[in-house]
């Protein structure tokens, strides 16, 4: 165990989770802190967390998982944080693999599902279509994009709390953000049991959402990635068009000017995304400030 440990799990109407989970997990924490954020929960989740004698954060009303993340992050004073679900899906028996694996110099571990522990196929398919989008854009293998089981570098995360979006896509963001900042991630494979109760996942709202997240921070750490396929596409439609309209009227036409236009402007879009996405982490290695 690290030499100061915080744990958090985000929480909202968990308590017949947390009933079972929050003895366990102290079995496998030893002194570390252990914090529930309650996100504006309805049943006994917070007399769970003192009979258990575990420090409680409540929301007034519920701002979302990833603002229960937030919370969480300032206030944990470990160095170390592990996130996990307070719905019964991560096992305690693997923080240890975690932690050894963050031990071994990479400032932030994931616990990554294989394709069984994923909640019904249409899940299994919409993370394996976000882990190949997201390792194009980074250039780097992600196992599991969307895992809310995580190890990290306290001081490295909460740089990054300013990115984070109040919804269940803040794994998404740091994933990205902690790639662009050149941080080492390592993946430990777990197995998730099915969750306790009833889950506040919405597939196609947030698996909208999670796409945008994607695409967000894909503008933050590689702009051209994005634009320069798109201004070639502007490029070789306007060619295409040009050749076909060349051959059969002998014509420039106005269709093939504007595809040329839209593909040079695309592309000096890009590059000044380039520029703003440089200067946008150029202080990721100053200390974060708040603290």
């Keep these: 165990m690290p030499a100061t440990l915080s744990i958090i799990l985000p929480a909202k109407n968990e308590a017949a989770s947390l009933q079972s989970l929050l003895p366990k997990l102290r079995e496998y924490a ?19 967390c003192q009979q258990n004698q575990v420090k409680v954060i409540s929301h007034p009303y519920s701002i979302g998982n990833g603002g229960a993340i937030k919370s969480g992050a300032r206030a944990a004073k470990g160095e170390t944080l592990l996130f996990m679900d307070a719905d019964g899906q991560h096992k305690p028996e693997d923080i240890p693999r975690l932690l050894a694996k963050l031990g071994e110099k ?19 398919v919409a993370n394996g279509f976000y882990n190949r989008l997201s390792s194009w854009m980074v250039g780097q293998k992600i196992h599991d994009l969307t895992s809310g089981f995580r190890a990290v570098n306290a001081k490295k995360f909460r740089k990054f709390l300013y990115l984070l979006p109040n919804t269940f896509s803040y794994p998404t963001t740091i994933t990205m953000s902690f790639f662009r900042a050149g941080y080492a991630i390592a993946y430990v494979p777990i197995e998730a049991p099915k969750r306790i109760g009833k889950s506040h996942v919405h597939v196609i709202k947030d698996g909208f959402r999670f796409l945008l997240i994607i695409i967000k921070i894909g503008t933050l750490y590689s702009p051209q990635k994005l634009f320069l396929p798109i201004s070639l596409s502007f490029f070789t439609t306007g060619l295409a068009y040009y050749l076909y309209t060349f051959i059969t009227t002998h014509r420039f036409t106005n269709m093939s000017a504007l595809m040329f236009i839209s593909a040079i402007l695309t592309f000096l879009i890009g590059i000044v995304s380039e520029q703003v996405s440089a200067l946008h982490y150029k202080d990721s290695d100053n200390e974060p400030s708040g603290q």
């Design 30 to 48: 030893g002194d570390a802190e252990i914090i529930v954020v309650d996100d504006g929960s309805t049943d006994n989740t917070v007399e769970i």
């Design 106 to 124: 990479y400032d932030m571990v994931v616990g990554a599902r294989d394709r069984a522990s994923q909640a019904g196929a249409h899940r299994a």
